[in-house]
C-alpha cells in the first residue's frame, strides 16, 4: 500500500475510533501514525487498540506508527461551595491553598509550585483563558488578584501561567506509569507535554532511552524562549496549537507555527502540526474553507505530519476527516510551486559525508529523472537525512529493524519497509530495486538512487551513493 502523498497524517483513537473496523477503516482512509492519547482511556483501552493496529500492520504488510501521548501536569482550581461563581471586571479574588470551597471572593488553587513562581503583575489564565486574572500582591501558599477579563468559573477549571516557569518536571507520577507501560506496549513514538526546558527532555530521555522515539510538543511560551536547545535533544517535535493558543496571543500562534517548522526542518527532525486542524468536523461532514486552508498552510510550510484529535477520536466523521486531509494534502503537492516552496529553505549542510550523499541524492535524482531515492537505514538517519532535503521524488526507507520502520511512518516522504537484513551493498541495491518495483515506485527500465552507509549498522555512516536500473 502506497501513499500518494510526502505529509502524514497522524490520527488520535478515542471512544469513535475503537473499534477493529473503524481503525482498519482509518488506516485505508490514510492514517499512518496512531495516536493513543494517555489524558483519556485506561491502560486495557489503550492495549486493545495498540493490538488492533499490530494486527491491521501483519495483514497489510506496511509499518504502522504509534504515539503515546502522555498528560503531562495539569494545573486546576479546586472546587466552589455552589459549583460555580461569576466574576466581574475589577474585582479582587483571592487564590490560596486553603481545601475550603471557593466562593466569590476566594478559590482553592492546591499547586504550590504557581505560588512559587509568580510575581506582582503575572497574569494567571483560567478555563483555557476565558478569565484572566493579575497578580497585585503574593506571597507563600497565596495570590491576591484584580480581574480583568470576567466571566463564569466552575469546580476544577484549568489554569494556565504563561509567563512563569513553573519549578515542576514535566513528568508526573502518572507520567511515569503511563510511560512504563507505553515502553511496555512497544509504542514507537513517546510525546511529552508540557516541556518547559532542555532538562525536561533530558529527564524522559533517560527514563526512554533508544527504546521509542522521544517528541516535544511546544506548547508553553518558556519552550519557545529555548527551543534550540529542545530541539537538539528531542527526536521530533509538535506544534500543540491548543494550549500554545491559551498561553500566548492568537496573533503570535501562526508565525511560531513557521518558525518551529522551519527550525525543525534545518535540524533534520521531523514535526507535527496539531490541535484544531478540521475542528468543525467533530459534528460536520465536511470541514470550512479556513480549516483546509490551515492544513493547507501547514503541508506548505514543509510539516511532516499534521495530525487529527477530537475530530477522529470523539468526532461523528473519523472516515471523512481522515479522507479530506489526504485529499487537502495530495492537491498542495501537486500545486506546481511546491517544491518551489520547499526549495527556499535554505539548508546548511554539515560537513559530514551522510550529509553531502544526502544532498546529491537529490540533485542526482532530478538530473537523472529517477523514480524515487532509496536509503538503506539501520537507525533511521539515512533516511532523515534524505528527507530533510525534501527532494521531488519519494524516499524509499529499508530497514532490518521493524521498530525503525514504525518509526519512519512519522517522516515526511519516506514510504518505510521493514526487510531482511543484508550482507553486502550488492545485495541491498538488488533488493532495493526488487522492493520499488513491486511497491509501484518504478517500472522496469527505470532508475532509482541508492544510498547506504558502509559498513551496515553503522548509526550516520551514509557514503554511498549509486545509481541502479530496475528489473521486472
Not at 493513543?36 to 504502522?64: M, V
Request: proline share 6%.
Amino acid at each position: 500500500m502506497r501513499r500518494q502523498r510526502s505529509a502524514k497524517i497522524v490520527a488520535t483513537l478515542g471512544p469513535a475510533s475503537s473499534s477493529p473496523e473503524m481503525i482498519a477503516k482509518l488506516f485505508d482512509a490514510g492514517v499512518d501514525v496512531f495516536r493513543l492519547n494517555f489524558s483519556h482511556g485506561s491502560h486495557e483501552d489503550h492495549r486493545a487498540r495498540y493490538d488492533t493496529i499490530r494486527r491491521i500492520e501483519k495483514q497489510t504488510g506496511r509499518p504502522i506508527g504509534i504515539l503515546a501521548d502522555l498528560q503531562g501536569p495539569k494545573l486546576r482550581l479546586g472546587t466552589f461551595e455552589h459549583g460555580k461563581i461569576t466574576l466581574t471586571p475589577g474585582q479582587a479574588f483571592r487564590l490560596d491553598l486553603v481545601k475550603t470551597p471557593g466562593g466569590l471572593a476566594r478559590a482553592p488553587l492546591p499547586h504550590p509550585e504557581i505560588f512559587r513562581a509568580i510575581e506582582p503583575g503575572t497574569e494567571i489564565l483560567l478555563d483555557d483563558g476565558k478569565v484572566r486574572l493579575r497578580v497585585v500582591t503574593c506571597g507563600k501558599g497565596f495570590a491576591e488578584t484584580v480581574v480583568v477579563t470576567a466571566g463564569v468559573l466552575s469546580d476544577r477549571k484549568g489554569v494556565n501561567v504563561p509567563n512563569a516557569v513553573l519549578p515542576l518536571s514535566s513528568l508526573t507520577p502518572k507520567d511515569r506509569t503511563d510511560l512504563a507501560f507505553a515502553l511496555e506496549l512497544g509504542a514507537d513514538w513517546i510525546a511529552l507535554s508540557f516541556v518547559q526546558r532542555p532538562e525536561d527532555v533530558a529527564e524522559a530521555r533517560k527514563l526512554i532511552g533508544t527504546r521509542a522515539g522521544v517528541l516535544v510538543k511546544i506548547e508553553k511560551p518558556a519552550a519557545i524562549q529555548r527551543l534550540q536547545e529542545i530541539i537538539d535533544l528531542t527526536d521530533a517535535v509538535m506544534v500543540a496549537r491548543g494550549d500554545l493558543g491559551v498561553e500566548m496571543p492568537p496573533e503570535d500562534v501562526p508565525p511560531l507555527q513557521k518558525q518551529i517548522i522551519h527550525a525543525c526542518r534545518l535540524a533534520g527532525k521531523p514535526v507535527v502540526v496539531a490541535t484544531q486542524m478540521l475542528e468543525s468536523m467533530i459534528s460536520a461532514p465536511a470541514p470550512t474553507r479556513a480549516e483546509a486552508s490551515d492544513v493547507a498552510a501547514a503541508v506548505y510550510d514543509g510539516a511532516d505530519a499534521v495530525m487529527l484529535s477530537a475530530e477522529t477520536a470523539a468526532g461523528q466523521y473519523p472516515i471523512e476527516a481522515v479522507t479530506i486531509m489526504d485529499r487537502i494534502i495530495r492537491r498542495v503537492q501537486a500545486d506546481t510551486h511546491y517544491h518551489t516552496i520547499m526549495d527556499t529553505v535554505h539548508l546548511e549542510h554539515e560537513h559530514t559525508s551522510s550529509d553531502a550523499i544526502s544532498a546529491a541524492a537529490r540533485q542526482v535524482a532530478q538530473t537523472v529523472d529517477a523514480r524515487a531515492i532509496i536509503s538503506y537505514t539501520n537507525s533511521g538517519t539515512t533516511a532523515l537525512r534524505a528527507a530533510r532535503e525534501r527532494p521531488e521524488v519519494p524516499i524509499i526507507g529499508l530497514t532490518a529493524r521493524a521498530e525503525i520502520a514504525r518509526r519512519l511512518a512519522l517522516v515526511w516522504g519516506v514510504h518505510s519497509i521493514h526487510t531482511k537484513d543484508v550482507s553486502n551493498f550488492s545485495d541491498m541495491v538488488q533488493r532495493a530495486t526488487r522492493l520499488a518495483y513491486r511497491d509501484g515506485f518504478a517500472d522496469a527500465g527505470q532508475r532509482v538512487v541508492v544510498t547506504a552507509g558502509v559498513p551496515f549498522g553503522t548509526p550516520g555512516a551514509t557514503n554511498i551513493l549509486r545509481i541502479a536500473w530496475v528489473e521486472a
